[in-house]
């Protein structure tokens, strides 16, 4: 009876530790889920649902577990083993196995307290930004909803006390469904400049120069000269992506004077059969101290530089296309973003030295437009002078590609519409210094 009532026991223990009787929101998922899945999870996240409490984890439990069975989720699309990356927060078979067996048990909130998901930002390694210093506010728009594409342009005023300089831009979409990416930009004004009615602008119009453009836009000092534009974009956004933060003291800087417009050269809005409106807006953190690193910003490919094969195919045709660019003095590379539309499957990213050898940057085996993230590496990434920075992509138009928007298959040109093609890498790096590479982005 003794021996019975012994094996029970253990068997009672076996039966608990193996099914997960213990685990507990507070203790066993809640860590998952912030640290892993809340960063797009969150009010104003890509994501179209928040997952930063209880309540809202519980919710989507069922959702959840299929998801991250099926390894759908998180949307992590660039290979691990080909590059080190500091925010590839994907979850282990572990984790995956406790978020099953919590659901299966009926998603009950257990035992403990959960700390907050603030508390988890808090100590995270990465820059906590807090409250933006200002937002801009982009005036609304209506997709009229008549599945046609729309390239908006924007201009918004600024009027600050001084001028400041920005160490941190995130753009909020208004309206993910539709918008498909977005690049603005920075111009100066004279302060004896007068905005006429508070001068602010939208517009569909197409302009054949820059100057018919500013012209269209009063982009014009009180003496006739013409504004000045910051080189450095504010913030670029595609589908997806996700705000990126360094270490404190490396930053992507620029300038907002006391008088200054945000233009916002598109925003690419998709197909949409029903009316739509949009209200995006940015935020704006400056800077408290002047950073110790600049991050510089290249752009490889569409539209400035020459893609082999020509980036067009026709009905049932899959090719592969590539570009390049020399690097012409040392640097550290420190993030990295992809893009490509509908018809791309596959990309790869890597550069040769003067020595032959094969730097690794990026490869992507399964691309997804809906998930256009930029990666940021776990230490910097020396690329040294003389370097060749490649970019190659696969394309594939044909029935076999389940993203093909064309049934059948129909002509693939070069261009910024959804239906066309590009192949595009954003690098953003900082001269190369003495020890970099152990410079931990995290």
Not at 174 to 179: D, E, L
Not at 191 to 211: G, K, L, M, V, W
Not at 275 to 287: A, G, H, N
């Amino acid at each position: 009876m003794y021996i019975y009532s012994t094996l029970l026991c253990i068997f009672t223990i076996f039966i608990q530790v193996a099914y997960g009787q213990s685990v507990s929101f507070a203790n066993d998922i809640a860590p998952i889920i912030y640290t892993k899945c809340a960063s797009c999870h969150h009010k104003g996240g890509v994501a179209p649902f928040a997952l930063i409490s209880y309540d809202q984890v519980k919710r989507h439990a069922k959702m959840i577990k299929l998801v991250t069975e099926i390894k759908y989720m998180p949307p992590l699309k660039a290979d691990p083993q080909y590059a080190r990356y500091a925010n590839y927060h994907t979850l282990t078979d572990q984790e995956i196995a406790l978020i099953s067996r919590w659901v299966k048990l009926g998603a009950n909130r257990g035992e403990g307290t959960e700390k907050p998901y603030s508390e988890y930002l808090t100590s995270s390694k990465s820059v906590e930004w807090g409250k933006p210093d200002l937002v801009v506010k982009l005036d609304s728009f209506l997709h009229q909803g008549d599945n046609k594409e729309r390239f908006i342009i924007y201009r918004k005023n600024i009027i600050l006390p001084s001028d400041t300089t920005v160490c941190h831009c995130e753009f909020e979409p208004g309206n993910k469904k539709i918008i498909h990416h977005m690049d603005a930009f920075i111009y100066h004004f004279t302060p004896q400049t007068i905005f006429a009615n508070n001068t602010n602008i939208i517009t569909e119009d197409t302009f054949r120069t820059e100057y018919a453009k500013n012209y269209y836009l009063k982009m014009f000092n009180h003496n006739g000269t013409m504004a000045i534009k910051e080189l450095t974009s504010v913030v670029d956004y595609f589908p997806g992506a996700l705000p990126v933060t360094y270490p404190a003291g490396i930053a992507k800087t620029f300038k907002i004077k006391q008088k200054s417009a945000i233009v916002v050269s598109s925003v690419h809005y998709g197909f949409s059969s029903a009316p739509e409106w949009d209200k995006s807006l940015f935020k704006f953190w400056y800077c408290k101290k002047s950073p110790k690193r600049k991050i510089l910003t290249m752009v490889l490919g569409s539209p400035d530089h020459p893609i082999k094969p020509a980036l067009e195919l026709q009905p049932n045709e899959a090719k592969k296309c590539s570009t390049r660019i020399n690097v012409a003095f040392d640097i550290s590379m420190v993030s990295i973003q992809p893009h490509m539309h509908l018809i791309g499957r596959r990309f790869k990213s890597y550069a040769l030295t003067p020595t032959g050898d094969t730097i690794r940057l990026i490869r992507i085996h399964d691309w997804d437009f809906r998930w256009q993230r930029s990666y940021k590496y776990k230490y910097p990434v020396k690329i040294p002078k003389g370097s060749i920075i490649y970019a190659e992509a696969w394309y594939d138009n044909t029935t076999n590609n389940p993203y093909n928007p064309s049934h059948p298959p129909q002509k693939v040109g070069h261009s910024i519409h959804t239906k066309d093609e590009m192949l595009q890498l954003w690098l953003f790096f900082m001269p190369y210094q003495q020890g970099d590479e152990k410079l931990s982005l995290e």
